[in-house]
C-alpha cells in the first residue's frame, strides 16, 4: 500500500487502481488526490491496455467527504473532485468499474466516468445530495448520457438509492454478477480486452469520448458560486454530520 489510501498494479497490460479507505471508502481530497496521481502515473505506461478501478472492503464508496464540502474548504474540493472524475474519463485506455455494496454520491460519480461496469447484485447506487440541499456536479453532466434525461432526473431529484438490476436495466451498469465472483468476472472481462492492440484501443478511447471542455467549467461554478450561497446548502451540510433533519428555509 502507498502512503495514499489508493493501491495500484500492473500486470499483463491490465492496470488496477483500488480505492483502500475503510470502513466505507469515503472520498477525502487526500484520497482523491491519490487516486489522480495513480491514474496520472498509469496513463504513462505504454503497454497498458485496460484499467480496472475497484476498492478495498464491503462497498465501493459512500461518497465524498462531507465536511470538505463546507467554507472554505469547498472552494478547493470541488474543483479538485472534477478533476478526478476528468481524469477517469480521459484515461486514455478503457477503464471498468468493478463495484460492489454502496456505490453512493461522490462514488457514484466517479464510476460514471468508467467506460463499462460491472456491479455485484447486492449493490445500489444513488445520488443523495439533494437530501442535503446541494446537487452533484459531475452526475449531472454525465448521468443523462448514461441513462437518458429521464432516468436521471428521477435519481437526482428524488435522492433514493437504485439496485443493481434496475442499474442495469436503465444502463448505468454493463453486467451484473454474483457478489462473490465481482473481482473475478472483472479480471476476466479485463483479460478479453487486454487481448487486443492497446493502440488501436486508446485510438477507440478517444473517438469514443469526447473532451468535457467547459462543461466541468460551468457546473463546477453553479456549485461554488451559486448553490453555496445559499442558505439551504449550508443547512443540509452541516445536519447531516449532526444527525438531524435539515430545517429548509428555502433560500
Known amino acids: 500500500m502507498t502512503s495514499v489510501p489508493v493501491d495500484t498494479s500492473v500486470a499483463d497490460g491490465?492496470?488496477?487502481?483500488?480505492?483502500?479507505?475503510?470502513?466505507?471508502?469515503?472520498?477525502?481530497?487526500?484520497?482523491?488526490?491519490?487516486?489522480?496521481?495513480?491514474?496520472?502515473?498509469?496513463?504513462?505506461?505504454?503497454?497498458?491496455?485496460?484499467l480496472v478501478l475497484t476498492a478495498e472492503g464491503k462497498h465501493f464508496s459512500a461518497g465524498a467527504d462531507v465536511g470538505e464540502h463546507l467554507p472554505p474548504d469547498f472552494r478547493e474540493m470541488i474543483p479538485e473532485f472534477l478533476d478526478t472524475v476528468a481524469a477517469i474519463e480521459a484515461f486514455p485506455a478503457p477503464v471498468i468499474a468493478a463495484v460492489k455494496g454502496r456505490c453512493l454520491g461522490g462514488g457514484f460519480e466517479l464510476i460514471q466516468a468508467a467506460d463499462i461496469v460491472v456491479a455485484g447484485e447486492g449493490s445500489s447506487f444513488g445520488?443523495?445530495?439533494?437530501?442535503?440541499?446541494?446537487?452533484?456536479?459531475?452526475?449531472?453532466?454525465?448521468?443523462?448520457?448514461?441513462?437518458?434525461?429521464?432516468?436521471?432526473?428521477?435519481?437526482?431529484?428524488?435522492?433514493?438509492?437504485?439496485?443493481?438490476?434496475?442499474?442495469?436495466?436503465?444502463?448505468?451498469?454493463?453486467?451484473?454478477v454474483p457478489d462473490d465472483r465481482l473481482e473475478q468476472e472483472a479480471t476476466a472481462l479485463a483479460e478479453r480486452i487486454a487481448r487486443h492492440s492497446a493502440a488501436a484501443l486508446r485510438l477507440t478511447k478517444r473517438a469514443l469520448r469526447r473532451t468535457r471542455g467547459s462543461e466541468f467549467e460551468t457546473v463546477g461554478s453553479l456549485y461554488i458560486d451559486d448553490l453555496m450561497s445559499t442558505e439551504d446548502a449550508l443547512e443540509g451540510l452541516r445536519a447531516f454530520p449532526e444527525k438531524r433533519t435539515p430545517v429548509w428555509s428555502h433560500q
Open 14 to 50: 491490465i492496470g488496477r487502481v483500488t480505492l483502500h479507505h475503510p470502513p466505507l471508502n469515503i472520498l477525502t481530497r487526500a484520497v482523491l488526490g491519490g487516486l489522480r496521481d495513480a491514474l496520472a502515473s498509469l496513463a504513462a505506461t505504454q503497454d497498458l491496455r485496460v
Open 127 to 176: 445520488q443523495p445530495e439533494i437530501l442535503l440541499g446541494v446537487f452533484p456536479p459531475a452526475a449531472c453532466v454525465i448521468l443523462p448520457e448514461r441513462c437518458g434525461h429521464g432516468n436521471a432526473a428521477e435519481i437526482l431529484f428524488t435522492g433514493d438509492p437504485v439496485a443493481a438490476a434496475v442499474a442495469h436495466r436503465i444502463g448505468l451498469v454493463q453486467r451484473v
